[in-house]
């Protein structure tokens, strides 16, 4: 008798906590079903996502890599939909270096640069977006467009600053602001390392520029 005096005394509190709290496991329960549904869903978009761009990425590859008279337009088409489709993926940041690349060897200066600046401007593009500027730098260089390079050599990463610091000197050098130069190109010495393949060839022009 006692043992079901006690069954029920423990029924009784069951029944009483679940008229308390039982709406809100509920509650809970149904909004983490709904929550696991939500990110399911997102994980499955986004890889659709992700194949897409794939797909776009390596017809740009294949255009670039085969060339043609019409691989420019090809380069620019597949490059324009990784841009404004799927921007925030990492196939457009390197689709973009590709056909930066890619139209600098046909000549087209100018597709090339206007790629390079949509990356040079994406800051969510961490990885990536260090080496656009670097690139444009130079092509703006060839352009003999001083200022608007040196503009994007500014606060770089610690990672290229060595890099960075080569670049602002052969910029600097011809505009013959020969102690800048010097300058910049011993702070890329300093910051690559003896043990570096790119600290000789920086060494032969700040050599080369003394030697002027």
């Known amino acids: 008798m006692a043992y079901d005096l006690e069954e029920q005394e423990k029924l009784d509190a069951l029944k009483a906590w679940w008229a308390r709290y039982g709406m809100l496991v509920?509650?809970?329960?149904?909004?983490?079903?709904?929550?696991?549904?939500?990110?399911?869903?997102?994980?499955?978009?986004?890889?659709?996502?992700?194949?897409?761009?794939?797909?776009?990425?390596?017809?740009?590859?294949?255009?670039?890599?085969?060339?043609?008279?019409?691989a420019v337009a090809r380069i620019k088409a597949a490059a324009g939909t990784l841009r404004e489709d799927y921007p925030n993926t990492g196939y457009a940041a390197r689709g973009v270096l590709v056909a930066a690349q890619a139209l600098q060897a046909q000549n087209d200066l100018q597709g090339a640069r206007e790629q390079l600046e949509w990356l040079a401007g994406q800051r969510k593009q961490t990885a990536l977006q260090p080496i656009a500027k670097l690139r444009l730098a130079g092509l703006l260089l060839d352009q003999?467009?001083?200022?608007?390079?040196?503009?994007?050599?500014?606060?770089?990463?610690?990672?290229?600053?060595?890099?960075?610091?080569?670049?602002?000197?052969?910029?600097?050098?011809?505009?013959?602001?020969?102690?800048?130069?010097?300058?910049?190109w011993q702070s890329a010495?300093?910051?690559?390392?003896?043990?570096?393949?790119?600290?000789?060839?920086?060494?032969?022009?700040?050599?080369?520029?003394?030697?002027?």
């Open 26 to 70: 509920t509650i809970v329960v149904a909004l983490a079903a709904i929550g696991w549904g939500g990110w399911a869903g997102w994980q499955t978009w986004q890889s659709h996502v992700s194949r897409q761009a794939m797909g776009y990425f390596e017809a740009l590859e294949d255009a670039a890599r085969i060339g043609g008279t019409d």
């Open 144 to 184: 003999k467009q001083y200022d608007a390079a040196l503009a994007q050599l500014q606060d770089p990463p610690p990672p290229f600053a060595a890099l960075y610091a080569d670049r602002r000197g052969d910029i600097l050098a011809a505009q013959g602001k020969t102690q800048e130069a010097r300058a910049a």
């Open 189 to 212: 010495i300093d910051g690559l390392g003896a043990a570096n393949p790119l600290t000789p060839v920086v060494r032969l022009k700040l050599d080369a520029l003394s030697g002027a």
